[in-house]
């Protein structure tokens, strides 16, 4: 691996790997036209944004957040409010994300400022608790988000050159998953960057030995809270990214407790503080839930299996299940992730 | 109704709803105390303690027993505390054998990965739920549907204890819920500090190496603790359905939530933190609930908890950690 | 005479009860070697901890360089205060009537399609925003401004004198309990130690600007000289945590060298060393005295105390019961006693 070295190469050969091989999904669409992966595979992509920005808070500088989805959802809202014809602002999709990743800076920075001096379990418990109250408020507040009906519709990526490059919407999955493929990699770009940056070099050691890191002049308190903050803003995005997916912010119990442990195990079971591990953990998990799943659900019921009223007989209903036995498994045997990263949480 | 009874009556809820959380939170920070370990499983192995009341009063045909004129004889205390004794010795053991399955082979992992295990246990145990919840209970009533909450049937009469005549409503539940968990954490606090593996609990929650190296089985003592934790939890779950006469396959969640909260409130590992953390959690709730908006006061608890967790950061009384240097 | 690189001054450490450290005063020459020794429990650690910030001394003060090294309250602090107080009160009126607020600024003025009256509706914020009356408006804004600028300055208050407001000073140190990073290599754990000379900041991190990417370069260049300086060259890419024990306290030292500190605080850098590694720390402290770095030690291996320092301080049950050179020090009927028994030294 390149990390030794003093040239760092722009991407690890596993990071080449996965991005490209996502690049080439597409053409699984002509041998499975029935599952439309690509189309499928756009929300794989969110979340492995949304993991890498959860990587960054818990791989990298070990603050235990099981609330990640509240600021997936400040970020949807946020999206939602600037672009909606509902309301004034309609600042347009790019401008809509850059809005959403600053107001997930934002809240990173103000639920990590009271947090600071929290031992591990008691942040782990406090993250747990913003989740939920910022489901609430965002359920409360109806003039402003609509409750449970959500705000749409929401504007689709936006191309320059229409004439050139056409248009982008769930007439095009294809073309937006390009769209959103380019963002992951550009994000995958700057995380590895902050891997090898002085921010990044602090940050594991403030995950280490925080006490020692203090001893080297490095200030813990300072750097949790740009790692709250990035964590926070790519989340947001994320959310910006998957409201914009289904023209809807949908409702905020969309961005619940589940989603918030879907992305800490997209990190863990990938592979914890590896982006690589977290593009595979994204790969695996959603993949699983939302492509593998329903189509086996869909394919059962086409030959007559889980139709009857049984609550054994629908696979759909398995779902808890599979997912506890997977996690507790993979804890048991393969702790540290499909992916070992060098980099790995050892507390 | 003066203002005063009003406050009263939510005095009242906070408190019945504060002692069930305090005994769902003991389970946590005993578990906690000894193993250092946030189980997310203990609001499920609670959730599977009412479906198993609900199952056993199912069974016994009770539905057609329990009708408007038998409440509140004393066949029905025999029956409810059956029900906190029998889901408590269910709860008790499912916690133990998840222990033994899971999180002891676990013990030395890093604390992410138990945490992770604990999570994927609470997975499965809510399936479970789901799945009892499928099976045919409709002799009490609720929906068939596996994912449909059901009715949990009134065990005890529902008169006002204080008069026909009185605002303030003070029922026997109210009395049952006082009348189950006070010798419980009483008792649980006598054991503690008078018994041979009470003092074995305590000796392992601060040092377990030096524990083992004195003698102290701390595999036992830790099953012991797993034990009387779910034994907690099973008994919180029967007065909690009977109290809110319902039960879900996702009621952990917010029971969880509640005694996770009083829990850290009072300083995670700290028993009598957790029943005051639990207490006060119930009368927040209440006090939230009437004079701001009950919508509101999810958020009300969380900002109080980190208010309290700003200037006090190991909880109310939670031992301020030391780093030794 | 030249004024000292550290004065401790009359410092005492209590915790509870315990007296771990009483009225001790230590002067630290420039260039010299300072050995503070005693027996276990005598307050040794603690003391190093007082002078590194790791605690506050319940009395008595450390000079470091002539000062006391603490962060000094600015015009800037209190700005920043009272700054945080201001967002605080203005982000709690908001909050508390925002559904309103809500109303009177957006809904009511926008109609669908049509162009949005800006103008109106900044004004409309303001004045629903500050129309809400005592409980609405001003009781939020007081409170947050209370809360804010008083909770601002009492966090200030409490972290004036951290390990890293000293460590910026030029103090460096080692643990008695080795903590590395260990999942880092031996060159990240050394390029870590020198952050404070670093100065690439977050976005030329994250963009990969020449600045940070020449810095990183010249980071790793030091680094990999300074594992060489102790001898650990040929394991740079190792994980820390994989080291055997005496090469971790290697590390530990030109890890605390890194910032080319004033002095370094080494605490029982012998602990577990053979004879033979104790002649080549002897050999290595000396030279990092030579190449311009105060050495400051605590230590119970005889040999490498006399054989090495310029001063020795004698603690015991936390008080200072003798100091002065080795001979005096071997000599001194009290340290004899108290600590090295009756036997003969060195």
Redesign the interface.
Known sequence: MSAGSSRVALFSRGQVFLLGGLALVPLLDFVLPSVQLSAQMRTVIVFAILGLGLNIVVGWTGLLNLGIGAFMAIGAYAFGIATCEIYPFQIGFWPGILLAGAVGALAGFLLGAPTLRLRGDYLAIVTLGFGEIVQDALKNLEPITKGTQGINPLPTPWLPLPELFGTVSNETPVRWFYLYLAILAVVVYLARNLEFSRLGRQLFAVREDELAARCMAIEPDKAKLKAFAMGAALAAMAGAMFASLLSSTGEPANYDFQVSILALCIVIVGGIGSITGVLVGAIVMVGLSNVVLPNLTQALQRNGIGSTGSVFSSPDNYKYLIFGLALVLMMRYRPDGIIHSRKAVRK | MTDTEVFLQQVIYGLSNGMIIALVALGYTMVYGIVELINFAHGDVFTLGGFLALTIVGGLGAAAVLDMNTLGETSNWMLLFGLVVGAGLFCGGLNVAIDKVVYKPLRRAPKLTQLVAAIGVSFILVNIALFWGGVPMDALGGGNAAAAPKDFPEILEGTNLLGEESNVVLRLEDVAIFAITVPLMIGLTLFVKKTRLGRGMRATAQNPIAAKLMGIDTDRVISATFLIGGFLGGAASVMWSVYNNTISFQMGFRAGMDAFTAAVLGGIGSMPGAMLGGILIGLIRAMSDQYIETQWTNVVVFGVLILILVFRPSGLLGLKQREKV | MSAPLISVQRVTMRFGGLTAVKDVSVDVMRGSITAVIGPNGAGK?TLF?AI?G?YEPTEGAVQVSGRDPRRALTGGVVAGALGTGLATGLGLAVLVR??TI??KS??E??K??QA?P?GT?LKAFVETLFGGGFIGTWLPILLGLALGTV?RLVIWSRTRR???VV??AGV??T???I???????L??NV???M??R?S???L?????LPG?VG???AA??DAMRLLEFVGLADK??T?A?NLPYGHQRRLEIA?ALA?KPDVILLDEPAAGMNPTETVDLMRLIKSIRDAGTTVVLIEHHMRVVMGISDRIAVLQYGEKIAEGTPDQIKNDPRCIEAYLGKEDLG
């Open positions: 650690t901890n590194t790791v925002v559904e809500w109303e957006i809904l003025l926008y669908f399609q949005f800006w509706s909770g951290t390990p890293d460590a910026s460096a140190r643990f008695q309990n903590r590395l990073f260990p999942e880092l290599s060159v990240e390029v870590v130690g952050d404070r670093l690439s900041g977050m030329g991190g994250l963009l990969r940070a810095e990183r370069s790793r260049g740079a890419e994980a945590g890890r910032s």
